[in-house]
């Protein structure tokens, strides 16, 4: 398409000046762009009133969608529930007398667990819930891996609390609003998660490959111990995420590690869970000595 | 023929079909507020509930923007990439002031292009929003790398294709939105 006539201002003083502004306010514009862009790298908690407007009034419509995705997976879901029901019926029959024993056991094991503890004076973090919420968006277009949650500081939710699912760890919370919240995801780069395997508490730590996969690292470098297949937990290291939360399988072995597959995927979770951080005295000492926003966080 | 203003009786105004089809002008508002609101929607597509593993939902609002650009030239101002960019930056999740700045400096390029070549097709258009696009993800994923910790450059691989492609398509919405805009 031709350029419009207007760009060949002519002889007209006027049309010329208006034109030479237009260039001058672009530049300035993309100046200041880049000043604010570099308030933002410096202080990246500086915009986060902005965004929360921004998420708070789009968050409505994400609340009905989301609604109705649920809604819509509850129908499909129970319809596929009749295939195949009566012989589903029977295994699962099965599986639940087998659970039930393996249940009576575990409760066995973890009163004897306390009791134990008890005799050390081993005192335990605490994994009380603050609230349950859903999440209702992600920053599907970017690099970073931030999900928004349905609910914010109106119950109680606050920054550096722990969010997790029912199949395990999602991430934790970075910024909130008044009935919003931004969650960080294990996926994205910067969330660095203390971890173990389940086997024999191997310690590792976990950082985010924004691609859905999480690199796991083993603690003390040397031969990689990662067989496929291995199940990753958290160790509760850090303080702020909670010991034996599911976290990771490993599907695949790397140089110096694990590939590791999240259990909780943002897409399909029910619901989230925000909770308490886990050791959160001692968190708040060491965030004394150096703040999250001073230092960046070093597997925790 | 042209109803002043005086004469306008809003009870008994004629239905359409008995107007005159001739000197009708166009809504001001749907003129001018058409685009605008086409690329802030675009921009809040990410709001939706669509949860993807990797940063693959195509930058809508840039696309948006781009195809109103080349389509129209003129349309827009040359700074408005700015604050076009900044409205997208609120809800990408990018580092606030990042999209303003790449928005804009694609704005000037593409005003740099258009000094140079006098005419362009559509297949030159879709080569100059494809290296757009390509430069302003790398530009996004670059910066975000700066404030935080940044995966691969890799990870932007599928989404730099499916933008490229879904580009003619959303040319097609701003052409059927300009046709809807200008319509008398």
Redesign the interface.
Known sequence: MAPPPHRRSGFSRKAQYSLFVTYVVAIAGTIVAALLLTISVVDPAGFSALRILGTEVTAPVARVVSKAQQSTQAITHSISAYINAASKNVTLEKELKASRNAFIEVRALRIENDRLRGLLNLSDGDMQQVAVGRLISSTASSTRRIATLSIGRNFGVERAQPVRGPAGLIGRVIETGPTTARVLLVTDSENLVPVMRASDGLPAFSAGLGNGFVLIKPLNLGENPFKVGDIIITSGNGGLYGANIPFARVIRKTSDGALGLPFADPANTPYAIVMKPYLEEARTEQQMLAPDGETKEVAE | MKIPVSAIRLPNRPGREYKSRFDREQSMLRMLATPIASVILAS?????????????????GLLMFLSWR?????LW???S???F??MD??????????A??LW??A??IV?II??RA???DYLRDWLIAALLIMAVLLG??W??????????PM??FP?IILSILLYPLVVRICARLDRWRLAT
């Open positions: 809040m597509v990410t709001t939706l509930p669509v949860f993807s593993a990797g940063p693959l939902l195509p930058p809508f080349l389509m129209r030239p003129g101002p040359i700074w990439g700015v604050p960019g900044l930056d609120l809800f990408s999740g990018q580092p606030f002031g990042s303003g700045l804009s400096l704005m000037l005003e258009d000094s006098i005419w362009r996004g994923w910066i975000a790398g700066i404030a935080h910790a940044a995966p691969e990870v932007l989404q």
